[in-house]
Nanobody, 127 residues
Framework: QAQLAESGGGLVQAGDSLRLSCAAS????????MGWFRQAPGKEREFVAA????????VYADSVKGRFTISRDNAKSTLYLQMNSLKPEDTAVYYC????????????????????WGQGTQVTVSS
């Protein structure tokens, strides 16, 4: 059974950094686009970043561009999100997801295009 498991969340102060990890098991996602989404209390889940199968192409939400970096290590079946200069508005549950229908020529920002999801990890940024 395919599983995605996020880790690395926590409580930090504004301006701090965190690195989230997402470990895949049960099947390979090395040929798939993978992404990060987040959901703040009372808000809809929103796209954060995504990466092509080989890491050669990345896309970001405008709100995190220049502060967050998505990467992957297919040998370790792990997806990462390096988050720098965190702001209180970054507070949310962060989810990793896999779009097994795409490898990276096209990268979707819509959550409905991603078939596999992790359980999420809480990131809280205090001011």
């Amino acid at each position: 059974q395919a599983q995605l498991a996020e880790s690395g969340g926590g409580l930090v102060q504004a301006g701090d950094s965190l690195r989230l990890s997402c470990a895949a098991s049960g099947r390979t996602f090395s040929n798939s686009v993978m992404g990060w989404f987040r959901q703040a209390p009372g808000k809809e889940r929103e796209f954060v970043a995504a990466i092509s199968w080989n890491g050669g192409r990345t896309v970001y939400a405008d709100s995190v561009k220049g502060r967050f970096t998505i990467s992957r290590d297919n040998a370790k079946s792990t997806l990462y999100l390096q988050m720098n200069s965190l702001k209180p508005e970054d507070t949310a549950v962060y989810y990793c997801a896999a779009d097994t229908r795409r490898s990276g020529v096209l990268i979707a920002r819509e959550s409905g295009e991603y078939a596999y999801w992790g359980q999420g990890t809480q990131v809280t940024v205090s001011s």
